[in-house]
Each structure stands twice: as C-alpha cells, then as structure tokens.
C-alpha cells in the first residue's frame, strides 16, 4: 500500500509563489511516474504536471507550463510542485499522484492541500 502526504498550501497573493511537496511510504516508487493534479470549486479535477522515473522528461498543462515545476527526490521518495507567478485561477485543491497513467489516471493519490491565490 502507497500512502502520499501533501504540505506547502495555503494563500498567497497572486504574482506570488508557493512550493508544494509530497512524501510517499509505503513502497518505492522510484520506477513510477509521479503527477500533481488540481480540482477547483464547483469543477473537475484535472491535470497538472507528471514527471517519469528519472526526473528528465516533465510534462504540463498548458494553463501553468513555464510558471510550474515539477521535480522529484528518489533517494527521498518525494515530488515537489514549485509553483510562481500564481493567479486566482490557479485555486484549488491539489492533489499529489503516484504511478500517474497518461494524464487523467493515477494508481494512488493524496489526501490534498489547499492553494488559495488572492486578487
């Protein structure tokens, strides 16, 4: 069993910046891809960013490509989200994801943490 814990939400002014971690247990996941994910008020989850085993090839959503970064420790078991220049539309909740498939499905997935930008 994979258990995935977010930290780092919380409100900021938009144009500021946060950075979201999340730490897996439970077994490696070193071999996996790893993805954040969001889901905003009132709409469906979507996509955010995956990243493969090695770290070399990130992916994005177009809304947050050159402002999010993706990266992960494997010696650690972690994934970071270093997120800048946000905007209010980047609220929501995010979720961080293991053994991501494509960019809709994922094997396991955290409990959330909530980003709040302000106008």
């Known amino acids: 069993q994979v258990q995935l814990v977010e930290s780092g939400g919380g409100l900021v002014q938009a144009g500021g910046s946060l950075r979201l971690s999340c730490a897996a247990s439970?077994?490696?996941?070193?071999?996996?891809?790893m993805g954040w994910f969001r889901q905003a008020p009132g709409k469906e989850r979507e996509f955010v960013a995956v990243?493969?085993?090695?770290?070399?090839?990130?992916y994005y959503a177009d809304s947050v490509k050159a402002r999010f970064t993706i990266s992960r420790d494997n010696a650690k078991n972690t994934v970071s989200l270093q997120m800048n220049s946000l905007k209010p539309e980047d609220t929501g909740v995010y979720y961080c994801?293991?053994?991501?498939?494509?960019?809709?499905?994922?094997?396991?997935w955290g409990q959330g943490t909530q980003v709040t930008v302000s106008s």
């Open positions: 994801a293991a053994d991501v498939r494509g960019i809709s499905q994922a094997n396991y």
């Open positions: 439970g077994r490696t996941l070193s071999n996996r891809h």
């Open positions: 990243i493969n085993w090695s770290g070399s090839n990130p």
